[in-house]
């Protein structure tokens, strides 16, 4: 809960104004890990690649490719 106030600030204080390639889907990668979040499917994120888009209410929806044993190894060493 607390960890998502700044964030609804920053979104209150800089709303973002959605552009027309935000309607496909894109990789996603945030600058301070993965963060959990609800995908498509209805199940919460692991890890593997994410993926987002907008849908038709302006909102993001995600979704996650499974992660490979390359990716697995690599979190690991």
Request: charged share 30%; hydrophobic share 30%.
């Amino acid at each position: 809960m607390f960890d998502a106030i700044p964030r609804r600030l920053i979104g209150v204080l800089f709303p973002e104004t959605p552009k027309p390639e935000d309607y496909y889907w894109s990789k996603y990668d945030p600058i301070f890990g993965q963060p959990k979040v609800r995908l498509v499917d209805g199940t919460w994120s692991r890890n593997g690649q994410m993926w987002r888009r907008r849908n038709a209410s302006g909102k993001w929806e995600y979704r996650q490719d499974p992660e490979t044993a390359e990716e697995a190894m690599d979190r690991v060493i």
